[in-house]
């Protein structure tokens, strides 16, 4: 196991290197850079030709790729019916209820309102991670959302990041407040222009309840350091905001009917404001990455703060010094799931034998129930992916597996 560990790990920093040689503009003998370094920018390179964030496809016109390119973001009217929203409505309303329990699920109560007993749709603020929910995650498949995210990421696609959020009135505590932030802050992947985010409104979003409100062009800029805003009322826990509002870019409201779908870049600086109706705003969307992404060692980055607040916490849940897979597996906790999966596939593997992802891995698994899908470990120790992101990976299109292979080598497979 080790040494299929050292072999792996070998080929991904060879790979990662190769990478980041292609990425980097600067010659390796450059001097290093003095500004605080960021991650994402190795993925804030120019390019050359008119259109370094959209790819050539024959369904964006030049106008809506020429859009996209200098905004960020691309709305698209009534791209999901009303029917499915109807389900997904149903299905978050069963989740809250508990009828259903989808493995890895999280559920996330406002922190006003985290000591009222029990789970309903007026205390829960956000339903993440629900990949392994049928109906929830029939989102992330929509051809008519694909069809889209395919622009931006290219044909391989994989679904990172999913989540319902359900922005419930406010009680004066602005708590249901997202400061403006950076999705790549979240994120230990790259290329940043390979991933985007399809955001469906599920009932109309307008300023009063809390729409999107973007920064358009703010893509073009750096990943920026985030942490906690400093604001009247107690903020959600990992909410992490920009520190440094950039005052001087206008804002704009995204007004989106039932239905509308906003496909926006990682790095555009975006958040939304508190629900000042009494109805609910809820929202349903899914992070994609092109396969061929690659992860990234988020040390020394401004990222690396979160990736410390995340094991500090899970340190503290589980009562562990160190963040190990073992220290999920035994857990009842949704969020470990995948955690004890990944601990017996590799134990598994020490013994000797091989779990169907890592027969998957190596080309051997012939199952047809198998086909096309792609290896998935989720990492232990040393990046975010445990929580944020790498819990979930599924390949949705064709077969490369770039980055499920850079997953499942990442990290420190002890
Ligand atoms: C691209 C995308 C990521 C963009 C965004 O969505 S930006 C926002 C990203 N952040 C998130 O999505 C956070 C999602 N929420 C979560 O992961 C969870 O709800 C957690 C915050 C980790 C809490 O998990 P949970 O299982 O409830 O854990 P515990 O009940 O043991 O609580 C652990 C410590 O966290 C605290 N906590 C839990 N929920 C909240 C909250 N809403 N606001 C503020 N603090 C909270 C809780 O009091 C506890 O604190 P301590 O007792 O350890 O001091
Ligand atoms: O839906 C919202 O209110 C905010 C969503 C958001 O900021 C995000 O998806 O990153």
């Not at 230990?188 to 358009?216: K, Y």
């Not at 010094?321 to 969020?335: C, D, F, M, N």
């Not at 051997?364 to 129930?369: E, H, I, L, M, V």
């Not at 929580?387 to 497979?413: P, R, W």
């Amino acid at each position: 196991m080790e040494r299929l560990g050292e072999r792996l790990g070998e080929r991904s920093a060879a790979r990662l290197a190769a990478v980041l040689r292609h990425l980097s503009p600067r010659p390796a003998a450059a001097p290093a850079p003095v500004s605080i370094p960021t991650s994402a920018q190795v993925s804030v390179v120019p390019q050359s030709g008119r259109f370094c964030y959209t790819l050539d496809n024959d369904l964006l016109t030049t106008e809506q790729r020429q859009f996209y390119e200098d905004n960020g973001y691309l709305l698209i009217k009534n791209l999901v019916s009303d029917e499915d929203i109807e389900r997904f409505r149903k299905e978050f309303w069963r989740i809250c209820r508990r009828e259903v329990k989808p493995p890895g699920i999280m559920i996330m109560k406002d922190e006003s309102l985290r000591s009222q007993f029990g789970q309903s749709e007026n205390v829960v603020n956000k339903v993440q991670d629900f990949q392994e929910d049928e109906e929830l995650f029939r989102y992330c498949t929509l051809p008519e959302v694909l069809k889209y995210v395919e622009c931006f990421t290219g044909p391989n696609i994989m679904a990172m990041h999913t989540m319902l959020i359900n922005k419930l009135p406010d009680s004066d505590k602005q708590t249901f407040l997202h400061p403006m932030h950076q999705d790549l802050h979240y994120f230990p992947f790259r290329p940043a222009s390979r991933i985007v985010c399809a955001w469906t409104a599920m009932e109309r979003a307008h300023q009063d309840n809390g729409c999107l409100v973007v920064q358009p062009g703010t893509h073009r800029t750096a990943l920026k350091p985030h942490g906690y805003p400093e604001c009247e009322g107690k903020t959600n826990k990992l909410f992490h905001g920009l520190l440094d509002e950039d005052e001087k870019t206008p804002k704009v409201h995204l007004v989106m009917e039932k239905g509308d779908t906003v496909f926006f870049h990682p790095l555009l600086i975006h958040g939304s404001g508190i629900n000042r109706t009494s109805g609910f705003r809820k929202s349903i969307s899914c992070h994609f990455a092109s396969s061929e992404c690659h992860y990234i060692d988020v040390k020394n980055t401004t990222q690396e703060h979160l990736e410390k607040e995340l094991q500090e916490m899970v340190c503290k849940k589980y009562d562990a010094t160190s963040v190990e897979l073992k220290t999920y597996g035994t857990s009842e906790h949704g969020l470990c799931k995948g955690k004890e999966s990944t601990c017996r596939r590799l134990r598994e593997e020490q013994d000797g034998e091989r779990g169907p992802e890592n027969e998957l891995l190596l080309g051997k698994n012939t199952d047809p129930a198998w086909a096309g899908r792609i290896p998935f470990v989720d990492l232990c120790k040393g990046n975010l992916a445990k929580f944020c992101t790498a819990k979930f990976s599924m390949l949705i299109h064709n077969d490369s597996t770039e980055l499920g292979q850079l997953m499942y080598v990442k990290g420190n497979l002890t």
